[in-house]
């Protein structure tokens, strides 16, 4: 795929309805439709944030160039910072789940958020302006082991068998309640619980992925046309029976949906990814929460007043004042430096052989605060901060935006061929959604999962071969 040469009419067009939407009418609504009763002027910073990001959405989906990791940490950012935020501090209605937070800490928090995004944006540039001056290299051909992949598939269709056995279909077709209750009950430790339920989806994933990207590869009259659909077909049912929008995580059952609809092609030309990143956004906005209602028992369609009602005091939305909690931490002086990070990083070591293991960073910032709910979020900003400070932020922030860049440089000529680079970049980037909600205690384990089955699927092609232009 090529970046467009030359800007059109009609670019100029859809890019101005964009922004007028997403970085005008709606954070103006917001403003004119939530009354401002006067807890902080953390908002105003936020709405800031949130056309900024209104801005850079807008000309991500607009190009139809797929740099999905960078859309999606824009995504994350203009819902949970520039809308959910600032409704919820203009409303002084905050998430219950982040109870009792000072108002004096929104503006400092605000400018932290921001700080963050700015970092962001200088660690990309940087990759850019130094990748520009060197002759554009093409992807590494990276090829895929079907006979690995069966090995994966057969492992995960065994794992999806073991955990419907235990949970019973009428738990899995609940609700999220009450799937959430026969999970603890079952399994009760929660590391368990995590690293079976990837277990479960992230194997027969990258499985589904790496039989859709040989499939799409064939030519007519190769064997494995017709077999092939079948694997997919009975993948995507056992997928479905573990990460349903039903009664699993929306993060997740968004994440499998996100990415099997890759696998076939989403992003394989430049008005597909337009499509892909418009449907994603529409979904975020509308789908989302409404998704919300269904799954959960006692939730009604009326206590949503309105569209910003959504986000208001919602603990979905509990971001930023989960952000709140790691400032405040940083401000009692609590930090030890990178001890947070080394729990994720040695999330697999039991607490019998380190007792004093480092909790979650959610539960962590929970239990500080005295919270009686403790499985909270801790997005990037929060981890960054508990480990290292302001600094920790903007050090790490530029870092992740260069790193970022250059995984889109990686993945993007990669969504219209085939070969393993489509199969890593049809997961991760929706994924990286996950681990910028937070914590990354929670987060890191499906990752390793996810890691280990994409390494084993992996195989280098022989110097001569070429990759697959992809025309499905």
């Known amino acids: 795929m090529t970046r467009p040469r030359a800007i059109s009419g009609g670019w100029v067009i859809g890019m101005a309805i964009s922004i007028a939407v997403l970085a005008i009418g709606i954070p103006g609504a917001l403003i004119f439709t939530v009354d401002d009763v006067g807890r902080s002027q953390g908002w105003i910073i936020t709405t800031v944030i949130g056309v900024w990001s209104g801005i850079r959405i807008s000309v991500r989906w607009v190009r139809g160039?797929?740099?999905?990791?960078?859309?999606?940490?824009?995504v994350f950012t203009y819902i949970f910072i520039g809308i959910a935020a600032t409704a919820s501090m203009r409303a002084a209605d905050i998430p219950w789940t982040t109870a009792s937070i000072n108002p004096d800490l929104d503006v400092p928090t605000a400018l932290i958020t921001l700080g963050g995004v700015i970092a962001y944006e200088v660690g990309?540039?940087?990759?850019?302006?130094?990748?520009?001056?060197?002759?554009?290299?093409?992807?590494?051909?990276?090829?895929?082991?079907?006979?690995?992949?069966?090995?994966?598939?057969?492992?995960?269709?065994?794992?999806?068998?073991?955990?419907?056995s235990k949970m019973g279909l009428s738990a899995i077709f609940s609700s999220r309640t009450n799937s959430a209750i026969m999970?603890?009950?079952?399994?009760?430790?929660?590391?368990?619980?995590?690293?079976?339920?990837?277990?479960?989806?992230?194997?027969?994933?990258?499985?589904?992925?790496?039989?859709?990207q040989h499939w799409r590869?064939?030519?007519?009259?190769?064997?494995?046309?017709?077999?092939?659909?079948?694997?997919?077909?009975?993948?995507?049912?056992?997928?479905?029976?573990?990460?349903?929008?039903?009664?699993?995580?929306?993060?997740?059952?968004?994440?499998?949906?996100?990415?099997?609809?890759?696998?076939?092609g989403a992003a394989a030309t430049a008005n597909r990814a337009r499509l892909t990143m418009?449907?994603?956004?529409?979904?975020?906005?509308?789908?989302?929460?409404?998704?919300?209602?269904?799954?959960?028992?006692?939730?009604?369609?009326?206590?949503?007043?309105?569209?910003?009602?959504?986000?208001?005091?919602?603990?979905?939305?509990?971001a930023f004042f989960q952000i709140a909690n790691a400032y405040s931490y940083v401000v009692d002086g609590l930090v030890v430096p990178g001890r947070q990070f080394l729990g994720s990083l040695l999330f697999w070591v039991p607490r019998s052989v380190w007792p004093d293991k480092p909790e979650d960073t959610g539960i962590m910032l929970a239990d500080y605060?005295?919270?009686?709910?403790?499985?909270?979020?801790?997005?990037?900003?929060?981890?960054?901060?508990?480990?290292?400070?302001?600094?920790?932020?903007?050090?790490?922030?530029?870092?992740?935006?260069?790193?970022?860049?250059?995984?889109?440089?990686?993945?993007?000529?990669?969504?219209?061929?085939?070969?393993?680079?489509?199969v890593a970049g049809a997961i991760l980037p929706v994924y990286s959604l996950i681990l910028w909600r937070g914590s990354l205690l929670q987060a890191t384990g499906a990752l390793v999962v996810m890691m280990v089955g994409l390494i084993w699927i992996r195989k280098k092609s022989p110097p001569s071969s070429a990759l697959t232009t992809l025309s499905r």
């Not at 993060?251 to 996100?258: E, P, Q, R, S």
């Open 65 to 74: 160039v797929p740099r999905l990791f960078d859309f999606f940490f824009w």
């Open 124 to 164: 990309a540039f940087i990759r850019w302006a130094s990748a520009r001056k060197r002759p554009v290299s093409e992807l590494p051909e990276v090829g895929i082991s079907v006979g690995r992949a069966l090995l994966l598939y057969l492992m995960g269709i065994a794992a999806v068998g073991y955990y419907v």
């Open 183 to 212: 999970q603890s009950y079952i399994w009760g430790d929660s590391s368990t619980l995590a690293i079976i339920y990837a277990m479960a989806i992230y194997p027969l994933l990258v499985a589904v992925g790496a039989f859709a």
């Open 217 to 264: 590869s064939l030519q007519p009259g190769e064997s494995g046309r017709f077999g092939y659909p079948v694997l997919i077909a009975a993948g995507f049912v056992g997928l479905m029976l573990v990460a349903n929008p039903l009664t699993s995580a929306r993060y997740t059952a968004g994440t499998v949906a996100f990415a099997l609809v890759m696998f076939l």
């Open 278 to 318: 418009l449907g994603t956004i529409f979904g975020f906005l509308f789908v989302f929460p409404i998704l919300n209602v269904f799954r959960n028992a006692g939730t009604q369609l009326q206590d949503r007043q309105s569209f910003f009602s959504e986000y208001i005091g919602n603990a979905d939305y509990d």
């Open 369 to 422: 605060r005295g919270y009686p709910f403790t499985n909270l979020s801790a997005p990037v900003w929060s981890e960054l901060l508990v480990n290292g400070g302001v600094i920790a932020v903007v050090v790490g922030f530029i870092i992740i935006g260069f790193a970022l860049r250059v995984l889109d440089d990686r993945m993007v000529p990669a969504y219209s061929q085939a070969g393993w680079w489509g």
